[in-house]
């Protein structure tokens, strides 16, 4: 079984209110409770091998990682971000943050798809789901409270990346059907259930696997973020430059 991490942090202060943008529109009786995947840090962003260090990529994932959360934590409407990961210092981390931690271990199989339908079952019974990468560093909480608006019409609501084959972001409304199905041609799948809607939002569609990717969001990027910060200091912009 999926086993929540004890977190000593209080639930953010968004568990009951309004969509945002949508004066008036209450969500009554169950907030979406976000779930957030992410890798174990030693493999986290191999594709980035030829631009950073594996130190480097480590803290580029936390970085991102943080951006995400926050962006989450700030949209009203939303629950308190579950994380989920194999990896003992992203626990401490999302835990420092105000996360609730879901463990993944003990010889458990069956990939991310499964880690996240053991995750859902450690959300308040009944609560939609938010499927969130980890790796959104330009996410904002007006691009998710579009989400949340568009889940109030469509039982699953597939935000797709930005070469339209990925699933960066899915909402999922009935809990007890939930069963996504990510991987390559993962948007295509999640499109293809009933009531399916497609949202597509430039900045939750910018996920960074590629040096492509990460050009594109180091020019973007808010420069008082996690992110930001962390390619000035490792000095990214410049070295892109070069490969």
Do not use: Y
Not at 97 to 110: A, T
């Amino acid at each position: 079984m999926a086993r929540i991490v004890p977190c000593c942090v209080p639930p953010g202060p968004h568990r009951r209110g309004r969509l945002p943008g949508t004066p008036g529109a209450a969500i009554v009786g169950a907030v979406p409770t976000p779930l957030v995947p992410v890798k174990a840090l030693a493999t986290a962003k191999g594709r980035l091998g030829p631009a950073l260090t594996p130190v480097e990529r480590r803290l580029l994932a936390i970085a991102m990682l943080e951006d995400v959360v926050a962006a989450v934590q700030a949209t009203e409407g939303l629950g308190r971000p579950v994380v989920v990961s194999p990896d003992r210092e992203v626990w401490r981390r999302a835990d420092a943050i105000g996360c609730r931690v879901v463990e993944e271990g003990g010889g458990l199989d069956g990939g991310l798809n499964a880690s996240l339908v053991r995750a859902a079952a450690a959300a308040p019974t009944g609560d939609p789901l938010v499927v969130v990468a980890a790796d959104l560093p330009l996410a904002t909480p007006d691009a998710f409270g579009r989400v949340l608006a568009a889940a109030a019409a469509a039982p699953v609501v597939v935000v797709p990346s930005r070469d339209r084959t990925g699933t960066n972001v899915l909402a999922w409304r009935d809990p007890g059907s939930f069963r996504p199905a990510f991987g390559p041609g993962s948007a295509d799948r999640h499109l293809a259930l009933p009531g399916a809607a497609r949202l597509d939002e430039a900045v939750l569609a910018l996920d960074v696997d590629t040096v492509a990717d990460l050009r594109a969001v180091a020019a973007r990027v808010d420069p008082a973020s996690v992110t930001g910060r962390r390619l000035r200091d490792l000095r990214l912009p410049a070295r892109l430059e070069h490969v």
